[in-house]
């Protein structure tokens, strides 16, 4: 914990480090790749900016999280990551789970020890994240991929899709209200061998 704690004292002074850079520097660029962004926002302080970036920076290391706690089996950790009343709803139509407990117990049903699954160094990917705050409460879209080892040494994209989330602010950190997880794509896998 200590290690991780000066890493955070690093990121965040980095971060600090970043932000100023960015919006001293580089406005220019944030207007270019959406030039409404800041037409009409002269209402917007610099510390209104800042906490802006603070909780667009918060909510990725969320999503982050969410895809170690998943990849390591760490379904307690993924659960606490989740409102008391969150939910995480999958594309294939079964039930919603709802809440930090039943997250848990719903994932280790899934992927768990006992669930026939086996990843052999099998990870996520999560990009292209797009985050709308509004207040305490915010709302994302990104894309994901489930990347496998292949039978040449390789790797390969077993399935990729996206997320639809909802976040809320809960005792001053972001946490998932509602995670809604689309398959777009599967590629066919192997039966595991019994």
Same mark, same amino acid.
């Given at each position: 914990?200590?290690?991780?704690?000066?890493?955070?004292?690093?990121?965040? #002074?980095?971060?600090?480090?970043?932000?100023?850079?960015?919006?001293?520097?580089?406005?220019?660029?944030?207007?270019?790749?959406?030039?409404?962004?800041?037409?009409?926002?002269?209402?917007?302080?610099?510390?209104?900016? @800042?906490?802006?970036?603070?909780?667009?920076?918060?909510?990725?290391?969320?999503?982050?999280?969410? #895809?170690?706690?998943?990849?390591t089996k760490d379904f307690t950790a993924l659960g606490q990551l989740f409102t008391a009343q969150g939910t995480w709803a999958g594309s294939g139509g079964g039930p919603a789970m709802v809440g930090p407990q039943a997250i848990h117990d719903g994932m280790e049903k899934i992927f768990g020890a006992k669930s026939g699954v086996i990843w052999n160094g099998d990870f996520h @990917?999560?990009?292209?994240?797009?985050?709308?705050?509004?207040?305490?409460?915010?709302?994302?879209?990104?894309?994901?991929?489930? @990347?496998?080892?292949?039978?040449?040494?390789?790797?390969? @994209?077993?399935?990729?899709?996206?997320?639809?989330?909802?976040?809320?602010?809960?005792?001053?950190?972001?946490?998932?209200?509602?995670?809604?997880?689309?398959?777009?794509?599967?590629?066919?896998?192997?039966?595991?061998?019994?």
């Open positions: 914990m200590r290690k991780l704690n000066r890493i955070s004292a690093t990121r965040a #002074g980095g971060l600090a480090a970043a932000m100023v850079l960015a919006l001293t520097v580089a406005p220019h660029s944030a207007i270019a790749a959406d030039p409404q962004r800041f037409v009409g926002r002269a209402d917007i302080s610099l510390a209104e900016r @800042v906490q802006r970036l603070e909780d667009i920076e918060e909510i990725h290391e969320l999503m982050y999280a969410y #895809g170690r706690a998943v990849d @990917v999560f990009t292209n994240a797009i985050i709308e705050l509004n207040g305490d409460t915010a709302a994302a879209l990104s894309k994901w991929q489930f @990347v496998s080892p292949d039978p040449k040494g390789g790797t390969k @994209v077993d399935y990729a899709g996206h997320y639809e989330d909802s976040f809320v602010r809960e005792g001053g950190h972001w946490k998932f209200q509602h995670r809604l997880v689309v398959n777009d794509i599967a590629a066919p896998r192997p039966a595991v061998p019994k």
